[in-house]
């Protein structure tokens, strides 16, 4: 990766933009669970797409480059997301919480690679 400060610091805000817009759709998950699921869905990939476009600003994207920087936000997300369901109010199992919410963090390395084959000429 050519900026590790950057994708840190972009891989933090992949965590807690979609933590804030689920705390504030939260309520959505008693009245419609898949709705609330979707609302998540769409939030981390409109946050992995505003997020990728400050990363690679004005430089080339490569396929290995967006992967890796996919899988860094995975392990930054799990990091800082997992302690606070398993051992916060929720107490969520670790099959639980990774079948419900921290496979979705995959969407971050899928859209990425995608991204960048989606701009190569067919």
């Known amino acids: ?3 590790w400060k950057r994708a840190l610091a972009l891989g933090f805000l992949s965590w807690l933009l979609p933590f804030i817009g689920g705390f504030v759709a ?3 998950k008693k009245l419609d669970p898949a709705l609330f699921d979707t609302v998540m869905a ?3 990939i ?3 797409g505003w997020l990728a476009r400050r990363y ?3 430089r ?3 396929a290995a480059e967006a992967s890796m920087l996919g899988f860094l936000w995975v392990a930054i997300n799990l990091a800082l997301d997992y302690p606070m369901f398993a051992y916060g109010p929720m107490k969520m199992s670790a099959g639980h919480y990774y079948a419900e919410i921290g ?3 995959l ?3 899928l859209f990425l690679w995608e991204t960048v084959r989606m701009r190569r000429p067919a």
């Open 42 to 44: 769409l939030m981390l």
């Open 56 to 58: 690679f600003h004005g």
């Open 46 to 48: 409109a946050t992995a």
């Open 107 to 109: 969407l971050y390395p």
């Open 1 to 3: 990766m050519k900026d």
């Open 26 to 28: 939260f309520p959505l």
């Open 103 to 105: 496979a979705g963090y």
């Open 60 to 62: 080339e994207i490569t």
